[in-house]
């Protein structure tokens, strides 16, 4: 909405002088809001690129961290392992 006032000055000649002020209410024809609208698009783009390498990245620490407590589980099961031999040929003498 157009926000306008009208004021009219009469000189004491009889003479007439009007003033309109227009505040508002136009459209800009400059492009400042299609050049924050492409710097908004260029931000959300940079973002979903980082948070896309983030989440790959995080995947691969889980996988190397299941990895090892595989290992760590797959040592402990020969330690056993060996564990019970010993204990049979212990038994055995």
Request: charged share 15%.
């Amino acid at each position: 909405m157009a926000d306008e006032n009208i004021t009219t000055h009469t000189a004491p000649d009889g003479s007439t002088h009007t003033t309109v002020i227009d505040r508002g209410g136009g459209t800009s024809s400059g492009g400042g809001g299609l050049i924050i609208g492409l710097l908004a698009l260029v931000l959300v783009a940079v973002g979903v690129y980082f948070f896309a390498g983030m989440s790959g990245s995080e995947a691969n620490k889980n996988n190397a961290v299941a990895a090892a407590a595989k290992d760590v589980g797959n040592a402990a099961q020969s330690v056993g392992e060996a564990a019970q031999d010993a204990a049979s040929a212990v038994s055995k003498n």
